[in-house]
Nanobody
């Protein structure tokens, strides 16, 4: 059974940091071909691609977070991370991790291409 579980969200003041985690199980991520993405969705807005990484360790970032957020992974633990520094109020959203079982760099941050999703974790940044 495929399962993605996010954690690490919370409330922080502008300029602060948070580290999100996504524990993946049932996907054979340690040895397989995949893409993993972090997405966010503020209330009333569309889901936005934040960061992605594939099984070749290729990474991509959304323009609004480039230089502030870093995606990483621990394959032994089947866990992905999103380190978020220099947080801004506009970063406030529900954050989701997602996985698909193929690699296509050009669509790494496109939410509709992902099959498996976590339940989300809320990030709130106050000014």
């Amino acid at each position: 059974q495929v399962q993605l579980v996010e954690s690490g969200g919370g409330s922080v003041q502008a300029g602060g940091s948070l580290r999100l985690s996504c524990a993946a199980s049932g996907l054979g991520i340690r040895y397989g071909t995949y893409s993993m993405g972090w997405f966010r969705q503020p209330p009333g807005k569309e889901r936005e691609g934040v960061a992605g990484i594939d099984s070749d360790a290729y990474t991509a970032y959304g323009d609004s977070v480039e230089g502030r957020f870093t995606i990483s992974r621990d394959l032994a633990k089947g866990t992905f991370f999103l380190q978020m520094n220099g947080l801004k109020p506009e970063d406030s959203a529900m954050y989701y991790c997602a996985v698909r079982l193929y690699r296509t760099r050009s669509t790494l941050l496109r939410a509709h291409t992902y099959m498996y999703w976590g339940q989300g974790t809320q990030v709130t940044v106050s000014s």
